[in-house]
């Protein structure tokens, strides 16, 4: 398959590891002709963070204006609800395969397909609710390989407290959450959901590790309207190290 330069390119990626497929959307930057590696975004919930947050579009804005690196953008996107409530959350029963689907299938693809650099530093995991658990998940259990997270109002599970209390490495974590999640309905099921108060324990059990670590909670509820104008803050917060 041939991807083209400044648009967002669908395919789908076979997974031996999960003996499944899963969807992509891969954009390559203006910037993309260049010699130079690039640095890799992993964008969970891709389908999303494209459509809502237009993270291409801000991305560029920031490489034209603040001189940060250029990056590939690889959006991993969900197939269903379940499907991704199995894959991404961290107590779903394919997560630790998909984890290692990440690490071990997905991120060499993309070495090998792209002009992206192989170094752990030029690497960012993202996304939002159990998107976000599944980047935090990631940068949890594979440190070494990605240690940089832009989680934003994330899904709150036991596990993800257990490994960051298992964690000696050092992680750079942004943290966004809005005011307004201690009362919302989840789009997914109609169910009454409380994510402010989960993401206040997890941001106190963050504190608590010597990580680079911004945390804020922000106006707004559990959608991408109250996220993405932090985005591009998170991007630059993180380049910074």
């Given at each position: 398959?041939?991807?083209?330069?400044?648009?967002?390119?669908?395919?789908?990626?076979?997974s031996e590891i999960l003996q499944d497929d899963y969807d992509l959307k891969i954009y390559l930057p203006k910037s993309y002709h260049n010699m130079e590696p690039h640095?890799?975004?992993?964008?969970?919930?891709?389908?999303?963070?494209?459509?809502?947050?237009?993270?291409?579009?801000?991305?560029?804005?920031?490489?034209?204006?603040?001189?940060?690196?250029?990056?590939?953008?690889?959006?991993?996107?969900?197939?269903?609800?379940?499907?991704?409530?199995?894959?991404?959350s961290p107590d779903g029963i394919h997560h630790q395969n998909m984890l290692k689907s990440i690490i071990e299938e997905l991120i060499p693809y993309i070495e090998q397909?792209?002009?992206?650099?192989?170094?752990?530093?030029?690497?960012?995991?993202?996304?939002?609710?159990?998107?976000?658990?599944?980047?935090?998940?990631?940068?949890?259990?594979?440190?070494?390989?990605?240690?940089?997270?832009?989680?934003?109002?994330?899904?709150?599970?036991?596990?993800?407290?257990?490994?960051?209390?298992?964690?000696?490495?050092?992680?750079?974590?942004?943290?966004?959450?809005?005011?307004?999640?201690?009362?919302?309905?989840?789009?997914?099921?109609?169910?009454?959901?409380?994510?402010?108060?989960?993401?206040?324990?997890?941001?106190?059990?963050?504190?608590?590790?010597?990580?680079?670590?911004?945390?804020?909670?922000?106006?707004?509820?559990?959608?991408?309207?109250?996220?993405?104008?932090?985005?591009?803050?998170?991007?630059?917060?993180?380049?910074?190290?």
């Amino acid at each position: 398959m041939s991807f083209e330069i400044q648009k967002i390119n669908d395919t789908s990626f076979h997974s031996e590891i999960l003996q499944d497929d899963y969807d992509l959307k891969i954009y390559l930057p203006k910037s993309y002709h260049n010699m130079e590696p690039h640095r890799l975004i992993l964008a969970f919930d891709g389908q999303d963070v494209f459509k809502y947050a237009q993270l291409n579009r801000e991305y560029e804005k920031l490489v034209q204006s603040n001189d940060i690196e250029p990056a590939i953008i690889v959006g991993v996107c969900y197939n269903s609800v379940a499907w991704r409530a199995e894959h991404f959350s961290p107590d779903g029963i394919h997560h630790q395969n998909m984890l290692k689907s990440i690490i071990e299938e997905l991120i060499p693809y993309i070495e090998q397909q792209f002009n992206v650099s192989t170094s752990p530093m030029d690497r960012i995991a993202l996304g939002d609710s159990q998107a976000a658990s599944m980047a935090l998940s990631l940068i949890l259990n594979y440190p070494l390989e990605c240690y940089k997270g832009i989680i934003l109002s994330p899904m709150v599970t036991d596990s993800l407290f257990e490994w960051i209390n298992l964690n000696d490495e050092s992680l750079e974590i942004f943290h966004i959450i809005g005011k307004e999640e201690n009362h919302f309905k989840l789009p997914t099921t109609g169910e009454m959901a409380d994510f402010l108060t989960p993401n206040r324990a997890l941001n106190k059990a963050i504190q608590n590790k010597p990580w680079t670590y911004h945390y804020e909670e922000v106006e707004g509820s559990h959608v991408w309207k109250t996220w993405k104008p932090h985005l591009n803050e998170g991007i630059l917060y993180l380049s910074e190290y």
